[in-house]
């Protein structure tokens, strides 16, 4: 047992303190600088949080690639939602003359949107890559109004730290950090490849993230609620995804 | 001995030579393993969502693939010919995958700077200056593809073509594996658009990383054959608990 010397035990003990107070001194400093994913507990949190913290640390201000209109896919794909419910078939039956986008929770004007009202605000379009967490993807122009305009134009509150957005489908719902909602790339898109957002893409509206998979491209957007605590919706881990085994962050 | 990886032992006879990796070479193997199986495992998870490859940027079921895999998908929407659709794991597959790829990334970084400051690259890893001669390579290959281990199973360090295959994995593949992932992502995409582009697009980085998969897997199986030929109990003792020494293990 020679080798373990007292020496040795007191270093190792001392580092073993020092790697501790450290990690602690991270974690703050994280936390305050928004580098912590809702969904940091359980057996994968480490990685959600390295990834989610590092991503934010490289690509905060980034813009998603744009390309040439000629790299449009000429077939997008949409993965199948389940069959609509017989409020959005009434609102389909309608042309969506009567699609409403809500905005309220920490605003100074709580609106609320017509379809029409959407599309005469100041819109922009890019052609990005929607990428989906299985490993297919299509590139399309989406236009759209930037999330960052509709939520001045209620008035979100400097405290705001996520916008949680809801499908007009039961139970689909997902959020961003500010840093995502006001990013000039985010839309809540109302047209693609210069069409009508078709239903089978999230027509009426669909959020638009380039910087993350096609899952967080929440579709059927109906209500956005402005907030300064992520955890008091559902069972607080962001959005549906984490309930389903997936992760609320998806850059990567 | 002096040119070799195996340690003398603190506390055998400094006659015997302990059989025995240095302690940061021996965790370092087992904890790489055990990445390697989960990327391995949780990365099959993910393909089998979509098991068809494309080249260039955008590829999905109504783009013409490179090539398939011919397997059942777990999603229904993946036009397979099979008439059932497997169970769908990408969920907790995708935070193992990303969650085994940062254990990974620290592991190789603290590996690297292990081997390079102790002098374990240099002395174990490069060949020497002579065995790169072709005739020494040449008769190395000569020798594994006879089977002709003789050599190495009294061996105390890595022959010419082990090194360079070392090489290969830690300065090729995984730094291609990394890139290759990452690439993938559309958040690094956007802050390193030229990480993308010279892959030649986000499918190629999707098609690059399987294939790079399939190099490391190869490599696995020569590694364990390998280990299985020249003395499997040895070769196993020395990274692990290390024991036994040379003249026994040779009788």
């Not at chain 1, 020092?18 to 974690?27: D, E, K, M, P, R």
């Not at chain 2, 302990?18 to 990365?43: D, E, M, P, T, Y």
Request: hydrophobic share 45%; glycine share 8%; aromatic share 10%.
């Amino acid at each position: 047992m020679s080798r373990f010397s007292r020496r040795t035990m007191i270093g190792a003990g001392l580092s073993a303190v020092a790697g501790a107070s450290g990690l602690a001194i991270a974690g703050k400093l994280a936390r305050q600088h928004g580098l912590i994913p809702p969904d940091s507990g359980g057996l994968y949190g480490p990685g959600e949080t390295l990834t989610y913290g590092a991503q934010r640390l490289l690509a905060r201000h980034s813009l998603a690639r744009e390309f040439p209109r000629e790299a449009i896919s000429a077939a997008p794909w949409a993965n199948p939602t389940d069959p609509p419910d017989d409020l959005f078939k009434r609102h389909q039956a309608a042309g969506f003359a009567n699609w409403t986008l809500a905005v309220d929770g920490l605003v100074a004007r709580p609106v609320s949107l017509s379809l029409a009202e959407i599309k005469s605000q100041p819109s922009r379009s890019h052609i990005t890559m929607l990428v989906c967490e299985e490993g297919w993807s299509y590139i399309a122009e989406w236009t759209g109004v930037p999330l960052s305009h509709i939520l001045e134009l209620a008035g979100a509150k400097p405290e705001a730290r996520h916008v949680v957005y809801f499908s007009q489908q039961h139970g689909w719902w997902d959020s961003l950090d500010m840093d995502e909602a006001l990013h000039p790339q985010t839309l809540i898109a109302h047209t693609m490849n210069g069409q009508s957002l078709p239903v089978g893409h999230g027509g009426p509206l669909r959020m638009r993230v380039p910087k993350q998979l096609g899952y967080k491209n929440v579709k059927f957007v109906a209500r956005l609620t402005v907030t300064d605590d992520i955890r008091k919706f559902s069972k607080g881990l962001g959005s549906a995804s984490p309930e389903f085994g997936y992760s609320w962050y998806a850059g990567i | 001995m002096a040119d070799s990886f195996w340690d003398k032992g603190v506390d055998s006879p400094p006659t015997a030579g302990v059989l025995r990796h240095s302690v940061a070479v021996r965790i370092s193997h087992w904890l790489n393993l055990l990445c390697f199986l989960a990327l391995l495992v949780s990365g099959v998870e993910i393909l089998i969502s979509h098991p068809r490859f494309y080249w260039g940027e955008a590829g999905n079921v109504n783009t013409k693939p490179l090539f398939q895999i011919p397997i059942p998908s777990s999603r229904a929407i993946v036009p397979t010919g099979y008439g059932y659709v497997l169970p769908d794991q990408n969920g907790w597959s995708r935070a193992l995958h990303f969650q085994g790829a940062w254990m990974l990334l620290f592991l190789s970084a603290a590996y690297l700077g292990y081997s390079f400051f102790s002098g374990h690259l240099k002395r174990d890893l490069a060949p020497r200056a002579a065995d790169l001669a072709p005739g020494v390579v040449m008769d190395s290959i000569r020798k594994h593809a006879r089977f002709d281990l003789e050599e190495e199973k009294r061996a105390t360090s890595y022959n010419v073509l082990q090194r360079l295959s070392y090489l290969k994995v830690l300065f090729v593949l995984f730094p291609l594996m990394i890139w290759s992932g990452l690439a993938m992502s559309p958040a690094f995409a956007a802050a390193v658009p030229a990480a993308v582009a010279a892959l030649g697009g986000h499918q190629s980085a999707r098609t690059i990383h399987f294939f790079v998969t399939i190099s490391l897997l190869l490599f696995v199986l020569v590694h364990v054959l390998m280990v299985y030929l020249t003395g499997f109990r040895r070769r196993l003792r020395a990274m692990t608990i290390g024991g036994g020494s040379a003249i026994e293990e040779q009788a």
